[in-house]
């Protein structure tokens, strides 16, 4: 009964033309945001071609993540490039792309095309599901054929996302796979393995969308009343709820601000310097302006370390407020998958710091002695797929927990759904 | 074949709606129910299809109680709206097939279907046309051929000639009858006096939730089926 109920509903998706209009959005959106994507990424790359340093300099730098194509997330924060002197560590550059329109607009990624713009079609999808059958009459004739409400609601349910995943899914395919010979797009085994994870993600996140418009389409009696839910839940938790999660924790968490981290360092400079130079003056022998810099870079670290440790408190409270909607949870789990996430910027200050403390010595040999230093290569460390599973554990159970709770909703609703 | 027991309904808010109903409508029988709007006709229909539970009483279809095994009760039961919309993207055929399926039919070939449109008088250039293109006459008979298809022992009817024109009404009355003369139980809710009184078996009046008259075919030959009706609303106005 089920299936016979769900191949109906993916007959009419492909009967109606539904199905071959959203292939053919679905396909437009996901290859035109490849196309811009992928060309932004090789701007960046050529940027970081310009900016990669010589083996004299002293540089952190880490290479754009051609995983930022399908989720940009922090990738152009994370393109700076460190300078390390011995006084400083300073921004010298970054890949960002030069088109500022990109500011101005959201980056038409995958990851916005699936939180927002699929996820806007899945509630579109899931609205009239239940109650578009009981205003042309269909559920009366169903349930008096002898269907049970659990048999409809799960054949609908099923059907409905058939004929709503398929055509999405299969854009998605059609553009990965044409990503190599159209736009260059080369990626490892490694990494295409994050992409199919970020996709099954993704299609999970649609489901649950989906899901909660069908809970709603068994909650009202008129499509129209259902599609103003609809469109409010969409609202809600695709914008409202995420971005209030975020300024909640920036209420909730002190967070230094960065006038003033900055001011600390030159304070720390300042003191420093000053404490070198009446050294220096007691004793003109003596050479204690080394030793100074040293304490003033263990000072800095230990200012960037607690400044980082409020920053993660800070990413902490917001990704646990934010997962209570599904496309909070769904953004932290994506870019976690796909190394542009704001724990993958707090690796990289980590390696940065790192790399800096490695190569200090010989920055200080170069200063006293004009030498010409070869520094070992910059290399940013990426957490594994199973960390980074482990990681996103807590997102993705909350976001299934909310498709498991709209699942429920729709049951419950569809057998108590006043059917005349 | 349908019994109803001391049915009672009350919502809610306190409207009684059915009102201790005992009536039995016998296989190979026609059973037409008149009664102003919110009599509480469609009340009835609604509790042997389990659409809504009764607060008292009992819906029995082929001795089957609905509120206690509806899916099976169901089985015994084939159902006509008042207004068949169907999925208006499928065809006649295709809506066909899916409530053969739905109904336990499976295996039904092209012709099988052709067969029971043609029966119920859709014409032939109809059968692959989707169903969005029909008058409301055609969808009737595509209602009344999902009812057939289904081949249950009891139909039930909800006022299913309210807006046909004279020809359709007639045509749709004439099927009816053919399927009692198959020995089915038809239990017809209507306004439609004048064809109550052509060709039901037993005609009942309902007011205010109360089977309040019931008269058979013969008896009805000497009466004015009308006159009674009225009288019985005014009765209701006066009251």
């Known amino acids: 009964m089920i299936w016979k109920i769900a191949r109906r509903e993916v007959l009419e998706s492909i009967v109606t033309g539904r199905a071959a209009l959203l292939f053919l959005i679905a396909a437009a959106l996901l290859g035109t945001g490849l196309y811009v994507m992928d060309r932004d990424y090789d701007i960046r790359r050529e940027n970081y071609d310009l900016i990669r340093p010589e083996q004299d300099q002293a540089v952190a730098v880490a290479a754009p993540n051609p995983l930022s194509v399908f989720a940009r997330g922090l990738d152009d924060a994370m393109g700076r490039s460190f300078e390390i002197s011995v006084i400083n560590m300073e921004i010298a550059g970054s890949q960002a792309s030069a088109n500022p329109l990109f500011g101005l607009f959201p980056t038409p990624d995958w990851l916005y095309l699936f939180r927002v713009i699929f996820a806007l079609i899945a509630f579109l999808f899931g609205f009239d599901l239940v109650c578009s059958e009981k205003e042309r009459g269909t559920l009366k004739l169903m349930v008096a054929s002898g269907a049970s409400r659990g048999e409809i609601a799960a054949g609908k349910w099923i059907g409905g996302w058939l004929s709503f995943v398929i055509p999405i899914a299969l854009a998605a395919v059609i553009w990965l796979v044409l990503s190599r010979p159209l736009f260059g797009l080369v990626l490892s085994g490694g990494q295409w393995g994050r992409v199919a994870v970020f996709l099954i993600v993704a299609l999970v996140y649609l ?77 003109s022998g003596s050479s204690p302006f080394e030793r100074h810099w040293a304490e003033m870079h263990r000072q800095g670290d230990q200012l960037s370390e607690e400044v980082d440790a409020e920053l993660g408190a800070l990413a902490r409270t917001s990704a646990a407020l ?87 909703a729709f049951f419950v609703a569809l057998s108590r759904y006043d059917i005349r | 074949m349908l019994e109803a027991i001391d049915l009672t309904k009350r919502y809610e808010d306190g409207l009684l709606a059915l009102d201790h109903l005992n009536l039995k409508v016998n296989a190979g029988e026609i ?32 001795g089957i109680e609905v509120a206690a095994e509806p899916l099976a009760a169901k089985q015994h039961v084939a159902y006509v709206s008042e207004n068949v919309m169907l999925y208006g993207n499928f065809t006649a055929r295709q809506n066909l097939g899916f409530f053969a399926q739905l109904s336990g039919r499976d295996g ?132």
Not at chain 1, 333 to 346: K, P, Q
Not at chain 1, 352 to 361: A, C, E, F, G, Q
């Open chain 1, 207 to 283: 489901s649950v969308c989906f899901t909660i418009a069908t809970a709603l389409s068994a909650s009202f009696h008129r499509g129209s009343t259902a599609l103003v839910a609809a469109l409010f839940a969409w609202v809600m938790l695709v914008f409202v709820i995420p971005n209030f999660g975020v300024l909640a924790a920036r209420q909730l968490v002190h967070v230094k601000p960065l006038a003033l981290v900055s001011a600390e360092r030159w304070q720390i400079f300042g003191s420093e310097m000053m404490k070198a130079y009446d050294e220096y003056r007691t004793d």
């Open chain 1, 322 to 408: 934010v997962r209570v909607s599904p496309a909070g949870a769904f953004d932290a789990i994506s870019t976690r998958v796909l190394a542009t996430s704001v724990f993958d910027e707090a690796r990289l200050k980590r390696d940065v710091r790192r790399y800096k403390n490695d190569i200090l010595p010989q920055v200080f040999d170069q200063a006293r002695d004009q030498a010409e230093p070869a520094y070992p290569a910059f290399v940013v460390s990426r957490a594994s797929l199973s960390d980074v599973l482990a990681g996103g554990r807590t997102d993705l159970v909350a976001m299934v927990m909310v498709g498991a709770l709209a699942a429920a």
């Open chain 2, 31 to 62: 059973f037409c129910l008149l009664g102003a709007n919110g009599a509480g006709k469609t009340t009835t229909i609604n509790m042997f299809l389990d659409f809504i539970t009764p607060t008292d009483g009992e819906a029995q279809i082929n």
């Open chain 2, 108 to 239: 039904m070939a092209r012709d099988d279907y052709h067969m029971i449109l043609r029966r119920v008088g859709l014409q032939e250039k109809a059968f692959e046309q989707r169903v969005k293109q029909f008058s409301k006459g055609m969808r009737q008979k595509l209602g009344i051929a999902i009812a057939i298809v289904k081949d249950a022992p009891a139909v039930l009817l909800d006022e299913p000639t309210s807006g046909l024109d004279p020809k359709a009404g007639a045509e749709f009355m004439t099927l009816l009858g053919e399927l009692r003369d198959e020995g089915k139980a038809i239990f017809m809710c209507t306004h439609d006096i004048f064809r109550a009184k052509e060709h039901a078996n037993r005609v009942g009046i309902m007011k205010e939730g109360r089977l309040v008259m019931v008269r058979t075919h013969a008896e009805l030959a000497e009466e004015d089926l009308e006159r009674l009706y009225l009288d019985y609303m005014e009765v209701e106005a006066a009251a």
